[in-house]
């Protein structure tokens, strides 16, 4: 097979890049070339860095750029479904990002990046069907999450940070072998529907009082269930520490 086979793939060009720029309902600024066939991430797209929303979602990219900090206006960005590998540290420039959709790839615990704890703004973080069996401990600084994806992969604990991220509400952790210690508090306690009042209340102080884990299994959410970020859940899909 020819050297280099393999990256080939759909060319943008910047003409092509700022056709698909088009402005949301709420005004923001989307660049969106999802499912196109892209093998190499466009470099004229560097040119384009003042769009709010970047959708590169569905194609077959295999690396980001280091250059992918340099979108510093940047709140939303999708890349789910490519064959992303790592993610390079840049991406702890883009501190304005909201939503993070980084789901089903080939990401392994060593391609994520420790500066995704400098996202301070994150509020949905998507890491969904990938290879993953930890998490950069320095996501513990990201107390405005309040989704976390980590559905289909790999891990047999969670990270003991995942506890005390006061603002999560929504865990999605189906299809992991979790196992779970039976000492004393330093478990992830699971949310069941049999959870007794007492469990409950332990649950809750863990979280410093804040009331984070009452129950929501009545509420459908969109989001976090498949790659696809507009997605819908079914009920019960939300659980804290759900066991597969």
Known sequence: MPKGKAAKGKKVTLKMAKKAV???PDGRRRLSLSNMGIATFPKCLLKLTDVDELDLSRN????LPDDIGNFLSLSWLDLHSNKLEAVPESIGKLVGL???NLSNNRLTSGGL???LGSLARLKSLNLGMNRLAALPPTMVAL???QELGLFDN???KLPEFVNVLSSLTKLNTKRNPLSYAQGDGGEMAE???DMCKEERERQKRMMRGEGVFEEKRKRNYSGLITPNSVAKTNQDVWRIGQKH
């Open 113 to 115: 990046p420790s500066a």
């Open 60 to 63: 077959l990219i295999q690396k």
């Open 154 to 156: 790999l891990f047999i």
């Open 22 to 24: 088009w402005v949301t």
């Open 191 to 193: 949310l069941e529907e």
């Open 143 to 145: 107390t405005g999450l």
């Open 98 to 100: 909201t939503h993070l």
